[in-house]
Each structure stands twice: as C-alpha cells, then as structure tokens.
C-alpha cells in the first residue's frame, strides 16, 4: 500500500520536494481529503475539486509565499488552504473561531489577499506587481486565478485593461469551467465556448488586443502539462495570460454532473455524492423561494413586470421567473454596477422592474443605486436578499451595512418584512403605481410560516403595526428581528410581559412619524432591535428623530456592534451581537 503523501505536506516547500511522480498520488488525496471533509463539514465543494491538479501546479512551480498568489472569489482555494498549513485544522473551516472559508490575510501568509467577492483578483495582483517594480523586485511572481464567469465582470476587464499598458510581471489564469454558480452568460462566455484543449478561435481574441501574451487553452487536469507549462510562462516578463480548461467537481461524479447543486450542496455520502436526506416536510418556504413564486403569480398578472438578477438566478430564486417568462427576467452575470442601471434604464421606460440581488453584493454597485436610480427618482424594486447575518460565509457576506447605506439616500423607501405574508405583501404594494425606488431587504434562509401564500393585501408605505400592548417599555424591531423580540418576551414572567410593548416599524425610511410620537409620549424606556450595523442604522435613524422631537427618556439600541462578525452559525453570530432571543431577553431585565 502507498503511503499517504498529503499527510507529509506542510506547507508548499514540502511539496516542492516531491518527485514529479508522485504528485498524481497527491492529487487523488488532495480531492478525497476535501470531499470528506466537505461531506461532513459542508462549505464550497465543486470549485476547489476542480482545480486540484492547477493548485498544485502552481504551489510547485511558484515560489509561494515569496510569489504572490492571488485567488479570485476563493471558493476553489480550499486546496490551496490544505497544502498551505491548515491541513490540521481544515475540519473547522466555516465554523466560528475557525478557518474562514475564503483566503484571508490574518490567517496565513500564503493568503495574499482576502477575498469573497468576486473579480478582484486581477487588480490586487497587478497592484502588487507594480509595487514589486517599485521595489526592484523585478523577478517576483504574481498570479491571479479567476473564473470565466468573474472574468465577464467589469471589475476584471478594468484590471486586464490597465495590466496590458504596464511592465507588471503578472500572470492571469482563466479558470474556465463555464460555470460560477450558475451556468456562465454574455458574449464572453460564448467566446470562450468556442475555446477547447488546443484550439484557440482565431479571431476576436479580446486578451490578445490587450497587450497580454496568450496561451492555451490547456487542460486543467494534465498535471504533466500544467507543470510544463506554467514552468515556460514563469521566464516569460510582462502581463501574460493562460487559458486552462477544467471541469467543475471533477473527480466526483454527482458534482460533475449537477454542477449546480454541487457548488455548495450541504452534506453528503463521500463515496457516493449522495445528498443526505434533509426532511423538509413541515418547514416553512426559503424566503428567496417566497420572493421566486410571488414575482411569477404578480408577473402573470402585470405584463410591465421584469425580473433582474446579477448571476444569482437560483440563489435568489429568479429562476422561476425565468422559467415562466424567460423574455422578462434576465442573469446579467457578476454586473452588479450593470443590473441597476440596466434597472434604471428599464424604468425609464414604465416597467416595473424588480432587481433580485444579495444584500452584500449591492455594495459593489452603491454609487449607481445613487446616481442612476435615486438621483432619478426611478422606481426600481430592489429585493436584498440575505440581508442581515449570513452564517459561515462571514464576513465577505453578511448583508449588514445596508440599513446604513441606504436611509442616506434621498427618494429612496427602505422596507423590511417580518415574515413571508409581509413580504409578499410589499411585492404586492410597489407595482401598484409606485413613483420612488424601493429597498425590501429580507434575510437568507428559511420563513416562519407554513401558510404563506394569502390573499395580497395592499400595506400602507412607511406604516409600522403595533403587535403588543405593554406598560414600562417598548421595543421596537425592524423585519426577521420581530420573531427573535417576541421570543424574548415570552422568556419573562408574566408580571415582566405585561410591561413590555412590542411594535413593527416595517420601515426604516419613511419612518412611521405618528406612531413614533405616541411612542415617545407614552414610554420612557425604548429599545431598538435590528440585524444591521448599530451605527449609521435603524436604530440611529430612531435616536436621530428623537433627538429632533426632545425625547427626554433613555433609548437602548441592539444591533451588529461596530466590528466585522467572522463565520459561524448564524444563532452564534446572533449571540454574539446579542440580537438573539436571550440577548434581549437579558436587555430587557436589565431595563425592567
């Protein structure tokens, strides 16, 4: 029996100095060793089995740390992680006070660059190059590994574009699989299709008219060839770029067919790829599905409806929409700067346009919801998905800045639904003649009610709804948050519930003025709940408008402290901004 070669490799120096014959026996226990652990742990699985052989290539060709390695998005660097130190520990990545599940520069010096959102790669590692120029580094490596759905993002072309005017010793690898999450879109994409193992298209090569030196494509998964290969294009000075064929999940069969399913498909049986069965019979909706299924039933109605998504038509559960009116809802890829003012431009023309995007991912596109939709006055419907604490995606992907991010900007309605039926509720509400863009933020992961699908009830803009009575205190919660509040309450005594008022602002701009005033009329003691930054949030537009109206009494606020929450499972992330039910629970003894 061989002996086990992975369980030797320390770091990328002990890879180095295996002979060229075994590094086949290192890849086959490289991509087990990940299946396993992702079997039972969860996290991002066809990306990284995908590039098994590319990772090794790289790590033993390149003088790694001292070359600089940059990986795009990180989905695929888990590799990379294990034969850079972490093997040990890899069974705690994506858990709390574990290994984050993309590179991170705090966690090792093999990781470059933190990363998580995607198409970033190609600047950070030209920014290096140049500084390496600056240094007279001139001999230093730096290679950035992207995807050819991140590759179509403007980010990236803005990144090659500059590369190929400059002496940067850059190598840019394609990573070309035809999928991000799902399937890869655009001219780009139906380029490089044309593209295969020794066959470039002869004309139209976009790299080519920037100045880089092409080469391949070649196959991802021929060690032999990588090693030759990347061996040649290490003398070679200036922006280089290398086209390399792979199949995402290679090397397990269920995941190279349902590319889809497999990027992230939970647990599963190592040997066989099965999904364990998870019984949903019971369990509320996902509240991306309660968005998916409301936008078909409203689109069947109202013909002016169209459905935009940045690459996330399964994510965010435009799929359906897709299915049931491809002509009307479109997977723009990784152009988050692109959907909203490809939004915009639709609104313009009397469509009611509603722009499924992930709370953490409209960051990448701020100043357009700015100055293309805003500034306009134009009412696109922007639908965050995984607003709030995401869990073990950390903290590339919380969608906690939103709340901030938005109250600032004038014209601009922000919602959060409490559950599925005020979700629908508000999709409802905005085709019906809305004149201002709108945000309804609602978090990732399952609803709170089994019967969702009730009849539309048209809810009044910048309304919130009193849920309970009470004499001493009152809390006021915005969107998920209500459920986490009225838990809290049923903790107390039956003296300390009949103290506590409970109300649903819904809105956080325009805030319910009314009510408020009632509010402050009546309560001395006020605490505010919410799943955003407690800074510049909701709780501070409430601070600010009791400031303006002389509210004497003292207002508590709950929400993510003014620090970045790493990974976890969204209760411990919860716990730890004391936002869970016994985080307000103790809140509200301390004030009873």
Sequence with gaps: MATNILNKINSPEDLRKLK????????????????????????????????????????????????????????????????????????????????????????????????????????????????????????????????????????????????????????????????????????LKEYLTKARVGYKPSSDNIIEALNFKYFGPVDGHDLEGLLNTLKEMKSIKGPKFLHVITKKGKGLKKAEEDQVKYHAPGKFEPETGELLKYDTDGLPLKYQDVFGLTLVELAEKNKKIIGITPAMPTGSSLKYMMKAFPERAFDVGIAEQHAVTLSAGMATQGFVVYCAIYSTFLQRAYDQLIHDVALQNLPVVFCLDRAGLVGEDGATHHGVFDIAYARAIPNLIVAAPRNEVELRNLLYTVQQGLTSPVIIRYPRGRGVLKEWKLPFKKLEIGKAEHLKEGSEIAVLSLGNMAGNVKEAIKELSMVDQEKIAHYDMRFVKPLDKKILNKIFKQFSKIITV???????????????????????????????????????????????????????????????
């Design 20 to 187: 060229k014959q075994d590094l086949d026996q290192l890849t086959s226990e490289l991509r087990k060793f990940i299946i396993d652990i992702v079997a039972t742990k969860e996290g991002h699985l066809g990306a990284s089995l995908g590039v098994v052989e590319l990772t090794i290539a790289l790590h033993y060709i390149f003088n790694t740390p001292e070359d600089l390695l940059v990986w795009d998005v990180g989905h695929q660097a888990y590799g990379h992680k294990i034969l850079t130190g972490r093997r040990d520990v890899f069974d705690t990545n994506r858990q709390l006070n574990g290994l984050s599940g993309f590179p991170k520069r705090d966690e090792s010096e093999y990781d470059t660059f933190g990363v998580g959102h995607s198409s970033t790669s190609i600047s950070a590692a030209l920014g290096m190059a140049i500084a390496s120029n600056l240094k007279g580094a001139t001999e230093k490596q730096h290679i950035a590994v992207i995807g050819d759905a991140s590759i179509a993002s403007g980010m990236a072309f803005e990144g090659l574009n500059h590369a190929g005017v400059t002496q940067a010793n850059l190598l840019v690898i394609l990573n070309d699989n035809a999928i991000g999450i799902d399937p890869s879109v655009g001219a």
């Design 530 to 592: 919410e799943d955003g930054v407690i800074h510049g949030g909701f709780g501070s537009a409430i601070l600010e408008y009791a400031a303006n109206v002389g509210f004497k009494g003292d207002l508590e606020l709950l929400g993510i402290p003014d620090k970045f929450i790493e990974q976890g499972s969204v209760e411990e992330l919860q716990e730890i901004a004391k936002i869970n039910v016994q985080g307000i629970q103790q809140k509200l003894e301390s004030m009873i």
